[in-house]
């Protein structure tokens, strides 16, 4: 590390995971970091506002922490190991699919906890600055300066430095100035579908209501729920549904008619009134997909996690995908000893198809949850997909396998998902060619001699397995 680069100035806005994880990423290499955020210490709050109470961990983000030795201390030592899938179906009754091989699995994690351990790690460091209740309001970004509005004081404060690095979320400042410079691509779209957080708390001895390692899920086509332990032995429950059957539940009769049609096991592990209550004291959240390009200005900013690339939630992606990004950001500053002028473009280059990739990926499964859940031909590929992978580990790698439990980039998991697909197609038309082949030779057989049949089959054999 050259002298000079010791000295750089960063300028983290946002202090969420990706940028609390960023923040003890470039502690590590020496840098003076500020790290801006418009919440209070969340340490010190009693109830942080947010999306979603707790996460579902997988390869990406674990091995991000893993960069600053916090792998351990989050996802092993407090995550809840999530083996399966359970499936509840409408009357209540159950069954489970294991998400891989044995010992494979997600981990159920809490915002609150994560983001925490992430400051925790970060303040460690001597050369890291947290700046609370500091707002973001304006900025110069190819000349580093920034402008913010300390909440507290209520005063406006100006600040320069040598990289900004936008972690600040879906809704981003950072993004909003880069949107006013040349050649920068914007795109967003708010999905029809919006979410509610319920809870089941602990039974009477404080003990999980339901089966703990699994995600538990309920679908129903245009509504679905999906369930995650938390530490407490309580469950975080999130409700997805479109905005119009949310506005159409507007007495507890109807709230309770409908969970007794669709979500009828989940009555009593919520409890009637606490259902009520909790369901009319809240206001359901909207979701919001972002794509953007490029991710930098220059040689002076740059952006990471949802302020690049807001997915929706269907692939339990979001912050894998943003911790991530801190990751290969790392890995970048290694390979350009620290030189931003090369580290960011590429950041850019090289991110920017896997980003795209993960937010279509997230679209297309909240499609898929919606219109297939429960067709037959749906599960039979996915039976189809995980027996070929059983059968050919190394080769034959599912999507959401590859997605999930691989760091392979994400447009690749597309194009691998590309192949099988033809593979599959082709498999399904020439064993379906074959059925009606088969049956026109049984008519035949009644009007030829046997001797011409076998000499016959044998030249098409030789024909069809050819080309294959
Ligand atoms: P955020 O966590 O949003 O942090 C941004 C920070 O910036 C905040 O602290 C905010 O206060 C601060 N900030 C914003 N504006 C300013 C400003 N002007 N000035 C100063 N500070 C500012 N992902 C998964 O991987 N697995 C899951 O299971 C999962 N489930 C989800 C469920 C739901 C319902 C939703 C909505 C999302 C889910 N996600 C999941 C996605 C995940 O929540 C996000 O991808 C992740 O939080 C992104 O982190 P971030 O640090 O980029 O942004
Ligand atoms: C949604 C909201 C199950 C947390 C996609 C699976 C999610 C999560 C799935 C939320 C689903 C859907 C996968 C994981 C995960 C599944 C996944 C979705 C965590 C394809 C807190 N999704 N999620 N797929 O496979 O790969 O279990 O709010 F219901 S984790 Cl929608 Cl692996």
């Given at each position: 590390m050259s002298k000079e680069s010791e000295k750089l100035h960063i300028a983290v806005v946002g202090g969420g995971l990706v940028g609390a994880l960023n923040a003890c990423y470039l502690a590590k290499r020496g840098f003076e970091v500020h790290v801006y955020d418009l919440r209070e210490d969340i340490r010190q709050l009693e109830h942080v506002p947010g999306r979603s109470i707790n996460l579902a961990m997988s390869v990406r983000g674990s091995t991000a922490l893993r960069g600053v030795g916090l792998e351990d201390a989050i996802v092993r030592d407090h995550g809840i190991p999530m083996e399966s899938r359970m499936i509840h179906r409408p009357d209540g009754s159950t069954y489970a699919i294991p998400?891989?091989?044995?010992?494979q699995c997600i981990y159920s994690v809490g915002r609150r906890f994560l983001n925490e351990a992430l400051i925790n790690a970060a303040e460690q460091y001597p050369n890291v600055h947290f700046h609370f209740h500091h707002k973001l309001v304006s900025a110069n970004l190819s000349k580093g300066q920034l402008t913010f509005e300390n909440l507290t004081s209520k005063e406006t404060q100006e600040t320069k430095t040598d990289l900004i690095l936008g972690c600040d979320g879906a809704y981003s400042t950072v993004r909003k100035q880069m949107m006013k410079m040349p050649m920068f691509n914007y795109s967003q779209t708010y999905i029809p579908t919006v979410y509610m957080e319920l809870c089941i708390p602990p039974d009477e001895k404080g003990n999980f209501k339901m089966p703990e390692n699994h995600l538990h899920i309920w679908p129903r086509g245009q509504f679905m729920m999906i369930a995650l332990p938390n530490q407490d032995k309580s469950w975080t429950v999130t409700l997805f549904m479109p905005q119009e059957i949310f506005d159409s539940l507007d007495t507890p009769s109807k709230l309770i008619d409908f969970f007794e049609i669709h979500?009828?096991?989940?009555i009593p592990l919520i409890g009637k009134e606490k259902l009520v209550k909790d369901f009319f004291a809240t206001k359901p959240s909207p979701m919001i997909s972002v794509k953007c390009s490029p991710y930098h200005v220059g040689s002076t900013c740059v952006i990471m996690g949802d302020a690049s690339h807001a997915i929706v939630p269907f692939y339990g992606q979001g912050m894998n995908a943003g911790l991530e990004d801190c990751f290969i950001f790392n890995q970048l500053l290694d390979k350009h000893d620290n030189d931003l002028g090369k580290v960011l473009p590429e950041f850019s280059q090289f991110r920017n198809p896997d980003a795209e990739a993960i937010c279509d990926l997230a679209m297309y499964n909240y499609i898929e949850m919606r219109?297939?859940?429960?067709?037959l031909s749906f599960r039979l590929r996915k039976k189809l997909d995980d027996g070929l992978h059983w059968l050919l580990p190394k080769r034959w790698v599912p999507l959401y396998t590859s997605v999930t439990f691989s760091r392979m980039r994400y447009h690749h998991c597309i194009q691998n998902k590309k192949w099988q697909d033809e593979v599959v197609s082709n498999a399904v038309r020439t064993i379906g060619g074959l059925g009606i082949l088969a049956a026109t030779y049984c008519l035949y057989t009644s009007w030829m001699p046997l001797k011409e049949v076998l000499k016959d089959y044998e030249s098409l054999l030789g024909n069809m397995v050819g080309p294959v």
């Open positions: 998400y891989g091989k044995k010992g979500y009828r096991d989940t219109d297939l859940v429960n067709h």
